[in-house]
């Protein structure tokens, strides 16, 4: 299947498709501990353009890239080691870098930044995460994750908990997972952030069953799934806001004690403190696990955008 912008995961709202996905990364994963890897991306030059800080999804596409035969030119801090220190703006950068690369993967702070580039570019446009707004391929390598720790993606509970205000892994994520059959969600979040009522309203449009709580032990004998997310001191106008909210949520081998021994712990991370290092230790914690998925989803993304071309 040929792919174009991948800009929200509201564009992959087809199992089918999904399931193609997977079968690449299951195949990527496979060559790659193989050593028989195919260099398919020979002579494609990808484009890593970050306005925001990554190790995760910047690292992970320059290897993927690398991986299958590509080459990778690439900016972090690109507010600062771009030309829009001296005033360019988004939509002539992506215009000019679209004439030396043959995919831009691009993280901005500015909600929308991803559709706008996808607009003015002349290659397919990858949605590194803009702003508050999403993350599609943390998402798909979420949801990725969880098929492969659980064996399903029908018939499961997930508490998401944290920023949901800010946290675009968590917008990308809902959606992909009300494709499925029977799922539940719990949203544990204090008030302040609380999920935008934009992803309550579609949830509710799908008839997708979901629930609101403060306090996450209320949760964790019920869920599959516990989706932690880091509070975002980045999107906060306040530091003292920030401070009052930061410590939430902590996850300890305490508070674990109630989760059922056949959930999973996930994280997109990076993490805080929101959950202990001691944690890392538990079955459980798929968190690192699910890092590494990344790789072999976005060489399939990858492959899927470029390799027919
Ligand atoms: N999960 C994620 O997007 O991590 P990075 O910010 O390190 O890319």
Request: glycine letters at 4%; a neutral charge; zero cysteines.
């Amino acid at each position: 299947m040929q792919l174009n912008h991948v800009i929200s995961t509201k564009q992959f709202l087809s199992p089918s498709f999904l399931a193609q996905l997977f079968k690449l990364a299951d195949k990527n994963e496979e060559d790659d501990r193989n050593n028989t890897l195919k260099r398919v991306l020979n002579g494609k030059i990808m484009a890593a353009v970050f306005y925001e800080p990554s190790t995760r999804t910047r690292f992970s596409f320059e290897s993927a890239m690398k991986k299958l035969g590509g080459d990778v030119i690439t900016t972090e801090s690109a507010g600062h080691f771009s030309s829009a220190i001296k005033g360019e703006s988004l939509s002539d950068s992506i215009r000019i870098i679209s004439g030396y690369a043959d995919v831009i993967v691009l993280r901005h702070p500015r909600r929308g930044s991803a559709k706008l580039a996808s607009q003015v570019s002349s290659v397919p446009v990858i949605n590194a995460g803009d702003g508050t707004g999403e993350h599609p391929t943390q998402a798909l390598l979420d949801i990725y994750t969880i098929e492969k720790e659980l064996g399903r993606l029908d018939n499961i509970s997930v508490a998401m908990v944290g920023d949901l205000l800010n946290g675009r892994t968590i917008h990308s994520l809902l959606i992909l997972l009300s494709l499925y059959e029977n799922i539940r969600f719990y949203f544990v979040a204090p008030s302040q952030l609380a999920l935008p009522d934009e992803y309550q309203q579609y949830l509710k449009k799908k008839r997708i069953e979901f629930m609101e709580v403060q306090d996450i032990h209320e949760v964790l004998d019920k869920v599959d799934v516990l989706y932690m997310t880091r509070v975002q001191k980045e999107r906060f106008k306040s530091d003292y806001d920030y401070q009052q909210l930061k410590n939430a949520y902590i996850l300890d081998t305490s508070t674990l004690k109630r989760l059922k021994n056949t959930a999973i712990i996930m994280h997109p991370l990076p993490r805080v403190s929101e959950i202990s290092l001691e944690v890392d230790m538990d079955k459980r914690a798929a968190y690192f696990r699910q890092a590494k998925n990344g790789l072999y989803i976005r060489m399939a993304l990858l492959q899927m955008i470029l390799a027919n071309e």
